[in-house]
């Protein structure tokens, strides 16, 4: 597939076509690493690191608004203890 840069603002990007997205499991949306490797512009799907969020991050993503509530799970089964 040859495509071009292009100008978006203050920005340049590359327009990619679905089929090079869906080949590298990759979505609109998704985060993606790009690095560049002996010349070439390598982009990749971002690894998801478990533990490598930071709280500040984690608690943006609540909704304006959000009110937690309690939940009653039942009385305790085996060795649990409540």
């Given at each position: 597939?040859v495509?071009?840069i292009?100008?978006?603002?203050?920005?340049?990007?590359?327009?990619?076509?679905?089929?090079?997205?869906?080949?590298?499991?990759?979505?609109?949306g998704?985060?993606?690493?790009?690095?560049?490797?002996d010349?070439?512009?390598?982009?990749?799907?971002?690894?998801r690191?478990?533990?490598?969020?930071?709280?500040?991050e984690?608690?943006s993503?609540?909704?304006?608004?959000y009110?937690?509530?309690?939940?009653?799970w039942?009385i305790?089964?085996?060795?649990?203890?409540?």
């Amino acid at each position: 597939m040859v495509t071009k840069i292009q100008k978006w603002g203050n920005s340049q990007g590359l327009r990619l076509a679905k089929h090079v997205l869906e080949d590298a499991h990759i979505s609109v949306g998704d985060d993606v690493e790009v690095t560049t490797r002996d010349g070439m512009i390598v982009i990749a799907p971002a690894r998801r690191i478990r533990g490598k969020r930071n709280l500040e991050e984690l608690v943006s993503r609540i909704p304006k608004g959000y009110k937690g509530e309690e939940l009653d799970w039942g009385i305790p089964v085996g060795q649990e203890v409540w």
